[in-house]
Structures are given as C-alpha cells and as structure tokens.
C-alpha cells in the first residue's frame, strides 16, 4: 500500500468520525478507502466524448477569494455550453449554486471536478444524463403564418451505451 497524507477541516474530520462509526470502519484510513473506492466506481464507464447534460451543484462561500466572480466568469467564458444557473443564498456569504450544463463526458466532468477543488466550495455534485442529438432538423407550423424556426431535438438515453430512455 502507498501512504498519503492528507488534511481536513475540523467538520469534515467529524463527519469522516461519523461515517466510521456507522460503517463499522475500524480506523480513518480504511474509511477513506471505502469513501474513495465508491466515488470512482460510481463514474460512468463510458467514452470522454460521450454526450451529455450535467446538473452540478455545490454551495460557495463568495467571501473567499473573489471566489463568485471567478466561477461567474467561468460561466460566461463557458457560455455555449452553460443552459441554466441558479444561485441560491443561503446567508451574508454562503449560495447553493447550481448549473446545467451540455457537452462530452470528459469536459462536463473536468469542469465540474476543478470547480470542487475550489476552496470555498462544498458539497459538490454532478449528475450526468446521457443524451444524443437525433440530428433530424425541422420546423413546426405555428398556425400563424410565420413559419416556424429549424431545430432538432436532445434525446435522453438510458444509459452512455447509446438506448434511448
């Protein structure tokens, strides 16, 4: 085995002491083991380029760092992909702040990830929901004369291996 060390915050050591005490874990590092093992089996064993929506949300602490402006800028430097946010305070500083987001597996993991690491962010978690684009383009005759605009349509999978919901 390899050792690693690692620091926590007084609450998350807590919450770690809690989760051994109802998991039977006989000690921290085999807790975290377990905690870790989940965390990567629960990742879609699918392609990076597989499609998909994300949902990912977190709560920000805007008082660190300039924290909400960077993640905002992020949003706006990501705007093609970005179809929804929501930021919910909570408090004088502290939102749930929540995005759905499109794009490949790999970029909507990636940036969810390296928003998780930001310190000042908790409770980070992403949803992802594999789609595909059915690629047929039309429009709809909205019964008032003008025509309808050309589109296509997001098709929920049941899963990244391609069969639909």
């Known amino acids: 085995m390899q050792r690693v060390t690692i620091t926590l ?4 050591a807590t919450e770690l002491d809690l989760f051994m005490a109802r998991s039977g874990a006989d000690n921290r ?3 975290i083991r377990d905690l870790v093992r989940r965390a ?8 990076p380029e597989a499609p998909c929506l994300a949902v990912m949300s977190c709560t920000v602490d805007h008082g ?10 992020r949003r706006l430097d990501t705007h093609d992909h970005t179809l929804a946010a929501l ?3 909570l408090d004088h500083t502290t939102s749930l702040e929540i995005e759905v987001t499109r794009g490949t597996l790999a970029s909507v993991t990636r940036t969810a990830e390296a928003q998780f690491l930001e310190r000042g962010v908790a409770h980070g978690t992403l949803a992802l929901i594999p789609v595909r684009d059915d690629g047929a383009r039309h429009a709809h005759d909205h019964g008032h004369g003008a025509p309808g605009h050309a589109h296509s349509h997001t098709r929920v999978q049941a899963g990244f291996g391609g069969t639909e919901a």
């Not at 915050?9 to 998350?12: G, Y």
């Not at 990567?40 to 392609?47: E, H, K, V, Y």
């Not at 660190?64 to 800028?73: E, I, V």
């Open 87 to 89: 930021s919910v305070p």
């Open 29 to 31: 590092s085999e807790a």
């Open 64 to 73: 660190l760092r300039n924290l909400g402006a960077r993640l905002a800028q």
């Open 9 to 12: 915050t007084e609450d998350l």
């Open 40 to 47: 990567l089996l629960a990742r879609p064993d699918a392609p």
